[in-house]
C-alpha cells in the first residue's frame, strides 16, 4: 500500500517567503513489515548480489560491544513476541504462552565477546532500484543503491556501526549468490527486519540554523507567539518538527542538526562540502504531533505490534537517533561521510 504525507499544518513558505530559496525535495521510503526478495527495493531484504563477488566483511577492532547476540537469537525472541503482540489487544497485558515463556530468549544473556575477533560479515540495511525512487542519487550507470553495515558499534565512528554504500547495474548481475554469510554476532539495533518500501517524495526546507541569521530569527519569533495564541488543546506548529524536515528513512533531502550544532561535513578525499545520500532512522514519526505520520498508518490497528506502529525497521540509532550518510558530489566512489542526529 501506498504511503501518503499529510499536507503540512502551516504553509510556512507563504508566511516566509524567502524560504522559497532554501526548499527540496527528499523521498521517504516509508519501510513496511513484508517479504522481500532480490528484485525488490527493500529495508533489511535479500540483495541482488553477485555469486561471483565476495561478501564485504568488518575487519576493525570491535572493542565496545553492547549486549552482543547472535543473529537467530534475536530472531528468535522477535519472531516469538511479534506473535504474542499480535494476538494482544491494544492497551491488554501481552499474551504469552507458557510454551512461549520457556522458549524465550533471555536477552540478558549474552553471546560470548570473543566471536567479534573474527571478521564480521556485513547486513544488508537496504536496497533501492531506481525504478522504484524518484529522485535517485548515483552513478549515471547505476540502477541499484545496496547499502551495508557491520552490525556492531564503532567507537572511532561515534559508536555507529560502519557503512558500505554499493552502486551497480542490476543486469550486470547474473548468478546471484543464494545464502550470503551472516554475522556470528550482532547488535539487535542494527538489524534489520525484513521490509518493503513504499517511496513518496515530499517537500522540504533547511534546518533552520544553516538558514540566514535574520530569516531564522524571525521564524522562531513566530513560533514564540504562536504558542502565546495558541489553546491547550490546539498545539503550536515547530518548524523544526512540524514544518521543515521530514523524519524517517529517505533519500537525499536535508540533514536535521537537532542534536549538535551544525558542522561541516567534507570529503575526505577532495575537501568538497558532502551532500546528504540517506537518513536511516529508529523511528518513521516523532511522538509529539505525529503530523508527519502518513494519511495511511493514521488509525492503529486492535492489535499491538512488537516494534510500534513507527519503527517498522526495528533498528535504533544511539538514544532513538538517525544516521545520516553523506556523500561526494564530485564523485561516488569518494568516501562517505556520517553523523549520527
Not at 176 to 205: D, G, K, N
Request: with cysteine.
Amino acid at each position: 500500500m501506498a504511503r501518503t504525507t499529510p499536507h503540512r499544518p502551516v504553509d510556512i513558505a507563504a508566511i516566509f517567503p524567502k524560504l522559497r530559496t532554501h526548499v527540496g525535495t527528499t523521498t521517504r521510503l516509508h519501510p513496511r513489515p513484508g517479504m522481500p526478495t532480490v528484485h525488490d527495493s527493500s529495508a533489511g531484504g535479500p540483495l541482488l548480489w553477485p555469486a561471483d563477488e565476495p561478501w564485504p566483511h568488518c575487519e576493525d577492532g570491535h572493542d565496545y560491544l553492547f549486549q552482543p547476540h547472535r543473529p537467530e537469537t534475536v530472531r528468535r525472541w522477535r519472531r516469538i513476541l511479534g506473535a504474542a503482540w499480535g494476538r494482544t489487544r491494544r492497551g491488554e497485558q501481552l499474551q504469552l504462552t507458557e510454551q512461549e515463556r520457556a522458549e524465550l530468549p533471555d536477552l540478558d544473556d549474552c553471546a560470548p565477546a570473543e566471536l567479534a575477533e573474527q571478521p564480521i560479515a556485513m547486513v544488508p540495511v537496504l536496497q533501492l532500484y531506481r525504478r522504484d525512487a524518484p529522485g535517485f542519487l548515483g552513478p549515471d550507470a547505476a540502477d541499484l543503491l545496496q547499502v551495508l553495515w557491520c552490525p556492531l558499534d564503532h567507537g572511532e565512528l561515534g559508536y555507529n556501526p560502519r557503512v558500505l554504500p554499493v552502486w551497480r547495474r542490476a543486469a550486470d548481475v547474473g548468478e546471484v549468490l543464494p545464502a550470503p554469510p551472516e554475522p556470528l554476532i550482532v547488535s539487535a539495533s542494527y538489524l534489520p527486519e525484513p521490509c518493503l518500501l513504499h517511496p513518496e517524495q515530499v517537500r522540504e526546507y533547511e534546518y533552520g540554523g544553516l538558514l540566514p541569521q535574520e530569516l531564522d530569527e524571525r521564524i522562531q519569533k513566530w513560533e514564540e507567539d504562536q504558542e502565546e495564541r495558541c489553546a491547550d488543546d490546539e498545539p503550536a506548529h515547530s518548524y523544526q518538527f512540524d514544518l521543515s524536515i521530514a523524519p524517517g528513512w529517505k533519500l537525499g533531502g536535508f540533514a536535521s542538526w537537532h542534536l549538535t550544532d551544525p558542522h561541516p561535513v567534507d570529503c575526505g578525499e577532495c575537501g568538497e562540502p558532502m551532500r546528504l545520500l540517506l537518513t536511516i532512522a529508529s523511528h518513521e514519526w516523532d511522538g509529539g504531533s505525529g503530523s508527519w505520520r502518513p494519511i495511511e498508518d493514521a488509525a492503529p490497528g486492535e492489535f499491538s505490534s512488537l516494534h510500534g506502529d513507527n519503527s517498522p525497521t526495528a533498528v535504533s540509532i544511539g538514544r532513538s537517533y538517525s544516521l545520516w550518510i553523506f556523500y561526494c558530489p564530485v564523485s561516488f566512489d569518494h568516501p562517505h561521510g556520517t553523523a549520527m542526529q
